[in-house]
């Protein structure tokens, strides 16, 4: 069992910077694909961003990328999303999921097998 804890939501203004964090235990998670999804109220959970284990390859959502990094030290078991800009649209509870293989498409949440409690961050005008 892998479990994953984020940190680092919370509420500022628009055009501010946060870093979430995703920790995990159990496991070490150096080969996983890692991934960020984010649920807005009320609204479906959308892919955010991912790394691939294999070869640390970055994927991005089109409206996030530019303003976000995903970046991994696998000696600590932690994986970051690093934001700038945010935006109010960014306002979301944030989840880090992860994924024993890796494939292809990083984008299907249903592909990862482990998930976070997630983190609100909460963008204000």
């Known amino acids: 069992q892998v479990r994953l804890v984020e940190s680092g939501g919370g509420l500022v203004q628009a055009g501010a910077s946060l870093m979430l964090s995703c920790e995990a235990s159990?496991?070490?998670?150096?080969?996983?694909?890692i991934a960020w999804f984010r649920q807005a109220s009320g609204k479906e959970r959308e892919f955010v961003a991912a790394i691939r284990g294999t070869d640390l390859k970055t994927h991005y959502r089109d409206s996030v990328k530019g303003r976000v990094t995903i970046s991994r030290d696998n000696a600590k078991n932690t994986v970051f999303l690093q934001m700038s800009t945010l935006e109010i649209e960014d306002t979301a509870v944030y989840s880090c999921?992860?994924?024993?293989?890796?494939?292809?498409?990083?984008?299907?949440?249903?592909?990862?097998?482990?998930w976070g409690q997630g983190t609100q961050v909460t963008v204000s005008p």
């Open positions: 159990g496991r070490a998670f150096g080969s996983y694909d």
């Open positions: 999921a992860a994924r024993v293989r890796s494939l292809q498409d990083v984008t299907w949440r249903r592909t990862y097998q482990y």
